[in-house]
């Protein structure tokens, strides 16, 4: 069974930084797809970043390309989210996620979720 912790969130003001991180456990994730996503109160949880972990290609949600980075540590099987010049609109549990196909920004395509991380920034 695959299992996903993330870890990293917390409270910081905008222009901030903040470094999330997704363990992942249960197999091995060759082929796969590691996503992050985020949903805001209120809102619909949406796609924020992406990667593949065997050859390290990179989607991104066009309001964080620039601002967000995703990478990943395949010793280690984890998933990165480094997250620079952070808005209030930032604001959201942060989602990582797994996927074995699909389109990558779609939630459908994920099967597996880590229990979220919250992000709050302070403007």
């Known amino acids: 069974q695959v299992q996903l912790v993330e870890s990293g969130g917390g409270l910081v003001q905008a222009g901030g930084s903040l470094r999330l991180s997704c363990a992942a456990s249960g197999r091995a994730f060759s082929g796969y797809t590691m996503g992050w996503f985020r949903q805001a109160p209120g809102k619909e949880r949406e796609f924020v970043a992406a990667i593949t972990w065997s050859d390290g290609n990179t989607y991104y949600a066009d309001f964080v390309k620039g601002r967000f980075t995703i990478s990943r540590d395949i010793p280690k099987n984890t998933v990165y989210l480094q997250m620079n010049s952070l808005k209030p609109e930032d604001t959201a549990v942060y989602y990582c996620?797994?996927?074995?196909?699909?389109?990558?920004?779609?939630?459908?395509?994920?099967?597996?979720w880590g229990q979220g991380t919250q992000v709050t920034v302070s403007s």
């Open positions: 996620a797994s996927s074995t196909g699909g389109v990558v920004f779609t939630i459908g395509a994920y099967a597996y």
